[in-house]
Each structure stands twice: as C-alpha cells, then as structure tokens.
C-alpha cells in the first residue's frame, strides 16, 4: 500500500473535539497507550503539513514604495514640478519635490510595519513536543507533531497544538491570549455542549497557551493553521487595514482641488490670451505660478509635523503610536470597544465581600496592596470583634500557596490570583503570611484539583493544638459541612440561609469561594481526602472580582460626556461584565449578549444590536471581528482595545486599534495603531482629547492656506479679467506661496486644544474637509486680501509711483495679510483680542518674526530685486501694506462676533 493511500485512511479534522470523550478521541484517531509509529506520523505529516503558520504573502519593497505616490494632489504637484524644471525655475522644481518626497517616504516606513502582527503570532508557537511515540518518550521539533500524536504537558510548557485533553492532573492553562479570561482556567477530561464557548472547554488545550500548574496527555486533533490560533492568524491575514477619515477626507479634498485649479488655470490662460491678447508665454508661465500657488504643497508637511507633534504629546501621556494617521483618527472615534480585564479593570483579583453568619463584611481597597478596611453598612469596624472574619481570614491565608511581595513600591503577586487576594485581604486584616507560618506551621495539604474543586491543609497552633482548614466552591463545601460559626460561638447548618447569600452574590459578578474549618487531626498520618468528607464549621463566603480601575470609572464618563458610546467585549463570564459594566456606568439598564448569541444573528441584526447594546460576553475572536465591522458599517469610526491574540483581528480591523503595553501580546502590539504603556484606559480619553486637538490645527492651517493662495489668483484674475497691469509677476507668486505661506503656516501645527474641547461630539464620520461655512470663509478672506493688493496697486499706480515699487507693495501687502490672518486663525470662532489669542502661542509669533526679515530681504537686497523685480519702500509705503493687513484682520475678527452673537456658532461647527 501506498504512503498516500495510507494516509487518506486518517480521519478529516472537526471543528467539534471537545464534545467527543477521551476514548472517542483516540478511536478515531487510531492513537494507543504507545502513540504513533513514526512510519504513520511521516505519513500523517505528508497530509496534513507542518504543524506551523504559513507566512502572508506581502508586496516587495518598491512595490510599496511607488504605491505611496498614488494620490491626486501629488500627481499634480509632480506636474507642477515637471512644469517648473522644464521652464528652469529649479528652485520651484526642488521645493515642490521634496515634499513628495518627504510624504512617500513617511508612508513607506508606517507601512512596512503593518505585517509585524503575523510575525508575533507565529513566534507564539512552542518549539518544541514531548510526545509518546511507538511506545518512547521523546521530545521533537513542535512542527513535526500531527493529528493523533500523543503528547506530554508539564507545568511551564506551552501548548504546541490543538489537544483533546485525555488524561489530566491538577491541570490549569492560562488562556488569556484566546479567551480575555483573568484567571487560569481549570481543566480536565470531561466533554461539554457543542455550543460550549472557548472559555468553557474544560476537556480542550489549545496551541500557544501556557500550563501553569499540573500535568496531562492529550491527543493532537489540529496542527498549524487549522488550530484555534491558526484561525485567528488566517482572519488577520484577510483583514484589509482601512484609511483612516482624514486621509479619506484628504483624498476626496485633493481631488476637488486639483479640479478647481485645472478648471482655474485653462480659464486663466483662455482669458489672457483670448480676450486680452496677453503673450502666450507670459500667460502660460502666469498659469504655472497660479497653478503652484494654489497647490498645497506644505499640506503633507504640515500634515507630517501636525500628527508628529501629536504622537510626541501622546508619549508623554503613555500612548505610543505605532502609525502616525492615527493620532488624529483618534479624535474622530465615535465608539470605542473595550476589553475588560487588565484595561477597564486592575487584574489584580480582590475580595470585596466576605459573609459570615448573621453578617455581612464589605472589603474597601482595590488591588495586591494590602490597604482597606473592613465595614458593616458603610460602619467600619475592628476585625477583632469578629471572630467568624478573623477565623475566616486566618483559613484563607493559610490554605493557601500564593506569595506576595513588595517590588520598588509595587505589590506583586506569586501563584494562583484568587489565593493572592486570600493574602491581601489576611494583611488588611492584620495577619500576614509570615506571621500564620511562624504561629500555624503547616504539617500537610491537599492541593487544589479541578475533579474535587478544594484545597486542605492541617495545621497545629500556638497551643498544639490541631486544625483542618479547606478552600473549595460554595457547593463543594457546603456537602462537608454541618455547622457554622456564629458571632456566639457554632450552630448548625442553615444551607437555605448560605445558598441565599451565594446566589445572590454570585449575581452581582463576584466570584465565590467558601472557607470552613475542623479541629481534629488527620485519621491517619497523612491528610487524606477522607478527611474531608464531612464534619466541618463553615467559615465564611467570600466574594471576589477583578475590579474596575478608578481613573477608568473617571474616563468613561469624559468620553460619555464626548459623544462616544463606550461597548465592554469581554470573554469573561456574563453575570460578571455585566456588574463591571455597572460599576463603570456601561451598559446600564440595557441586557448583555453573549457571544454564541452573536454568532446566531445576521448582519443587519448584528448592526442594530452593536448599537443597542453596550456590553458584550464570551466573545471570541471572530465575535470581537464581527461587532468591529458591524460598528463601522453603521457609519461609526471604531477604536478597539484588548492584550490578546484572540484581540488582534479586531484591533488590525478598527479604524484605531489599541494594545496593552504592560500585559499585552506581541501579537496585539503588532496588530494595533496605539500602545498604552500604562494598560490604562483613562490614557485613551486623553488620546482622544490630542488627536481632536490634532484635527482643529489641520483645519486651522487649510483654513489659512487656502485664503492666502486664493488671494494671489484672485489679484491675477482680477488683472487679466479688467484689463490692468498684472498686480504679481509669476515670480512673485511663487516667492509668495513657497517661502512665506509655508513658513507662517507651520506655526499652526503648534496650537494647543482649546478648552471644551471634550465638551464636543464628535465629528460626523462622512463629513467633509470643507464645508459650507470653510468655503464662506475661504472666499471672504480670499476677497479681503485680493481687495487690500490689488486696491494698493491701483492706487500707487494712479499717484504715479513706479510698477517696480507697486508690485513690491502687493506683495508685501499680500504677506501682511497673510501675518495678521495667520493670528484669526488661532481660533475659528473664539475672540484673538486678547492675550491668549495674541501670545498663547510662541510659535506664531516666531514665525511672524522669522518672515520678516525675509520680506525685508526680498525688498531692499539688490540680488533680490534682480530676480523678482522688487524695489525699496518708504516709511509711508509701509504704513499702507501694514492698512492692508489690517483690514483682513478687522473683518475676520469682525465676521466672528457676528457669529457668536447670533448664535451660529454651534450650528456652524459641522455646517
């Protein structure tokens, strides 16, 4: 028989393992006590491949270069280039290719940084199996492995493929990378439900999680891409990173305007030689200067510094950001997907409650530092009087394995998170570990195994005396107990009373444990399990939950208070997002879904529950996908959170995707826009608050770029249409537009946000760069600096003053204008006749100062005067190209007051 005809014989793999039994496993698989047979693996490996992630095919290099260059405004500053060098204006020519340049180089090195998430998934794979093959115990390459090796686990491994878990001993895996789950989770050998979320899969490991505690053997049932992260590197590799709304809005902009100025030059050009019998080599270099006047070269510059400003301000502020466009994506969010442990929450696991009988003991403090106090409806009390706590306390602290220390003002803890907070609320107590081991030495234990659900340990105290102390769930230890500890001593049993207080806890999202206690000694010599079948005082319940993070309570309501809708997805249990949720005010009064009903809804369902809903549980990572894409189909521009690999394909797919810096993936990090160094949320509001800062400075400069070039034509157009001595030699123009333009307007770039700026919602997702009231504005200024140059050229000309001198006094009356404009620009609707507005930013002011002595240069040197025809001005000739500036600046000032007193402002915001 043939190798490939053997292996046909071998079973497809099945989305469905964890529904057959251990036994049912190995019989499809053909997996004994001994393994394969390395002829039956190498043929196995033959059809099913490597057990490795297949690398994406990427574009080369140049490929990626060239397609930086593929966008309207650069075809035509490329031109416009071409034009320039052709005419020998080389000066022109390296000013408008630099910026080209400068904008594709930028795009380049961002890109060759969007495939890195692929490359940390892979890295998550285990290098090496311990399996069991033809009766050896060997350890092998992982990428050899195949479906139906038999494989090892210890503590410490990580898992190398998918298993189908068939024998296990105390074994727990963290899984937080797939699952969002804070805790390890418990496995065994047990089937579940075929509906059974990933979280749940208690009879299942899956490749590159981590055993943290215990052993097992499990059959391999998926290698390489067909494993649950497979899956996951497959969606990340289909996922098309989107454009962000300003390049959108940048690229439907440039368009426009390339138009306009097509339409503006042939015009031009028609006008000068047609009608008014202009040379047509006069009009033709005309055309050019107009045309790169009114190209906003310095728009990617001022882009590229704008957004780098951005992300400088942001670092300091702990978000670091990975792909400049997102800096200003961030303040256009409507919606922002948040996962829950480590982000809106500490995961640090604290006990908040303990229950005693007859009492009910509410636990202050947050986290591993061991500060809090303990209260009786809002009464804090002495835990001395209490002794059902302080017994309670002492078992929990005893019965325990976890360590905590002190790490440069930093608690951490060792061990299992549940028996961390068991040691933290022992300290708030007063009684440490150090001190329960000197006074109650341990003599022996029964350690927690997911198949009992308890811990014991035996202990003797002070006086010699003999003690039990167990650890377990609720029911677990409820079925042990006969008795309770009373504030006067023991009683029997109220199971009705304790099973009230555990159900009713357990509904407010904590997770329970119930602590109890027996003084005699072991039956024999060692503590055995039948020393903990019954004959226990139950202690106390206790209820623990990962808690929110204060500042993230704080931050939720500013981005409320912003118009952004805050969604939890979580693949935590639901009861508990949904009393997290409350605590941070998301989801209140509206159910929570979970991911399995998700996956049971259509496309046009899902989009209207993603809105109505806010908190969203046992999500996987295809869930965590389609509620991101279902967000942006309605129209929303989404930022999304999370730490895990089961997080990555929603954060490449976000319009900002949001990593954990501190207990975040690689995988995450690679995926995402943005890192919180911090793992905090509240750093998000911030972000936020900068990238709509970031937004307000990119209007405010195309706000004052698209006048100041408007103003040139419209002085040339004005000439040409009546007849009169054009205003601007073409050499002119183009002194205009690429010296001073360019270097008044960067001092944009530095403006702070304005107060209220998280007052505001946020811009709608479609609208448009220039809106109606921009275009108002454009034009009136436009207008007003076309009326200050030309007038001042007439009249000069009219008292006899020379075309040299005239033309000097336009263009300075131009870049007065352009001065003077540059302070209204501060504020589009807000008062500058005042302090704030006239000094509140130096940049400004340096680059008024640094544009005059270029003006004065252009004026009066005579190397100057021989290139662009200038001529020296009075002291009185001054003084009218200061009246020029002037009048710009007291109708823009003016049109403003008009506004806010009429009450357009709010109207106008989003006109």
């Not at 099945?14 to 039994?21: A, G, I, P, Q, Y």
């Not at 019989?27 to 394969?36: N, S, Y």
């Not at 995988?667 to 793992?679: G, S, T």
């Not at 002595?853 to 200061?882: N, R």
Request: with cysteine.
């Amino acid at each position: 028989m043939t190798a490939r005809s053997t292996a046909s014989q071998a079973p497809a793999p099945l989305e469905h393992w964890h529904t057959l039994s251990g036994e049912a496993v190995q019989r499809r698989w053909r997996t004994g006590p001994d393994g394969l047979s390395e002829t039956e693996a190498r043929r196995r490996l033959g059809q099913y491949g490597a057990n490795r992630l297949a690398p994406p095919k990427r574009r080369g290099p140049l490929l990626r270069l060239l397609m930086q260059f593929h966008n309207i405004l650069l075809y035509v500053m490329l031109g416009a280039a071409a034009i320039t060098a052709f005419l020998g204006h080389w000066i022109d020519t390296g000013v408008l290719l630099a910026a080209v340049v400068i904008n594709a180089l930028i795009g380049f090195l961002q890109e060759g940084k969007a495939e890195a998430a692929l490359d940390a998934i892979r890295a998550m794979l285990s290098p090496h199996a311990t399996v069991i093959r033809g009766g050896s115990r060997r350890e092998i390459e992982a990428a050899g492995l195949v479906p139906g090796d038999l494989v090892l686990l210890a503590s410490g491994d990580r898992v190398p493929a998918d298993l189908r878990l068939i024998s296990v001993k105390e074994l727990r895996v963290e899984e937080a990378a797939l699952t969002g789950e804070s805790l390890p989770s418990e496995k065994s050998d047990a089937a579940v439900a075929l509906d059974a979320p990933l979280g749940d899969r208690c009879g299942m490991a899956y490749s590159g999680t981590l055993v943290v505690h215990g052993q097992a053997s499990g059959i391999v049932v998926a290698t390489g891409s067909a494993t649950e992260l497979g899956k996951i590197n497959r969606m990340l590799a289909g996922i098309q990173s989107l454009t962000t709304p300003l390049l959108r809005q940048i690229d439907r902009f440039g368009r426009i305007l390339a138009l306009a100025i097509l339409v503006m030059a042939a015009a031009t050009f028609l006008l000068g030689t047609q009608l008014r019998d202009h040379a047509a080599a006069e009009m033709f270099m005309m055309v050019v200067a107009l045309a790169a006047s009114a190209i906003p070269e310095g728009l990617p510059a001022i882009m590229t510094v704008t957004l780098a400003l951005g992300v400088q301000r942001m670092a300091r502020r702990n978000a670091i950001i990975r792909r400049l466009p997102a800096v200003e994506t961030l303040g256009s969010v409507t919606v922002i997907c948040s996962d829950k442990t480590g982000t809106l929450t500490r995961n640090e696991m604290t006990v908040q409650r303990v229950i005693c009988a007859g009492h009910e003991f509410a636990v202050g403090g947050i986290g591993y530092a061991p500060v809090g106090d303990f209260s009786i409806d809002g009464r804090i009390v002495d835990t001395e009087r209490y002794p059902a706590l302080a017994l309670a306390v002492r078992a929990g602290v005893l019965c325990n394995d976890a360590r905590l220390r002190q790490e440069e003002g930093l608690w951490r803890m060792e061990g299992d998170p549940t028996e961390g907070a068991l040691l933290v609320l022992g300290d708030k107590a007063g009684f440490t570990r150090d001190a329960g081991d000197a006074a109650w030495p341990r003599i022996d234990s029964i350690p927690f195994e997911s198949e009992h659900r308890f811990m014991a340990t035996y202990h003797r105290d002070a006086d010699g005396e003999p003690w039990i102390f167990v650890k377990g769930a609720p029911e677990r230890i409820l079925g042990i107990c006969d008795r309770q500890f009373n504030h006067d001593g023991e009683r029997p049993l109220d199971a009705d009373y304790w099973r009230r207080m555990a159900t009713g806890t357990a509904a407010q999202g904590l997770r329970l444990l119930a602590l109890a206690c027996k003084r005699a000694a072991p039956a024999g010599e060692r503590l055995g399990f039948g020393d903990v079948e019954a004959g226990y005082t139950l202690l106390a319940l206790v209820g623990i939950v990962d808690p929110p993070r204060e500042e993230a309570i704080r931050a939720v309501g500013d981005c409320h208070r912003a118009g952004i809708r805050i969604k939890m997805i979580t693949g935590d249990h639901v009861e508990t997002a949904r009393a997290i949720g409350a605590q941070l005010a998301i989801g209140i009064g509206r159910p929570a879904v979970t991911g399995a009903e998700v996956a049971a809804m259509d496309d046009a369902v899902l989009r209207r529950v993603a809105m109505e809903v806010d908190v969203f549980a046992r999500a996987s990572p295809e869930h965590k996908l389609r509620l991101v894409q279902a967000l942006q189909d309605d129209g929303q521009v989404v930022a999304m959170t999370g730490d895990g690999v089961n997080d990555a394909p929603a954060l490449k797919r976000a319009d900002v995707g949001v990593a954990m810096g501190m207990k975040g993936t690689e995988a995450a990090k690679e995926a995402a826009d943005m890192v919180l160094a911090d793992d905090n949320f509240a750093t998000i509001a911030t972000a936020v608050r900068e990238g709509r800062a970031v937004y307000d400075n990119l209007k405010k400069f195309i706000l004052f770029m698209l006048p100041t070039n408007g103003g040139e034509a419209l002085v040339v157009i004005a000439a040409i249409l009546f007849e009169l001595t054009l205003p601007l030699a073409p050499a002119q123009v183009l002194w205009i537009n690429m010296v001073t333009s360019s270097t008044l307007g960067l001092a944009l770039a530095f403006e702070p946000a304005e107060r209220g700026i998280m007052a505001r919602h946020p811009r709608p997702p479609g609208e448009a760069l220039l809106s109606g009231f921009f275009v108002w504005r454009v034009l009136m200024v436009s207008v007003l600096m076309m009326t200050g140059a030309l007038g001042l050229f007439l009249w000069e000309l009219q008292i006899g003053t020379s075309i040299e001198t005239a033309r000097t006094m336009a263009v300075n009356a131009v870049v007065a204008a352009e001065m003077f404009y540059l302070i209204n620009s501060r504020f589009i609707f807000a008062p500058v006749l005042n302090r704030s507005g006239l000094t509140g930013n130096r940049y400004v002011l340096l680059a008024i100062a640094a544009c005059i002595p270029l003006q004065l240069a252009f004026t009066y040197l005579p190397a100057m005067q021989a290139v662009f025809g200038s001529a020296g001005l009075s002291a009185l000739e001054w003084l009218k190209v200061a009246g020029a500036g002037l009048l710009v600046f007291g109708v823009a000032e003016l049109e403003k007051l008009v506004i806010r007193r009429t009450g357009l402002m709010a109207r106008l915001a989003h006109a």
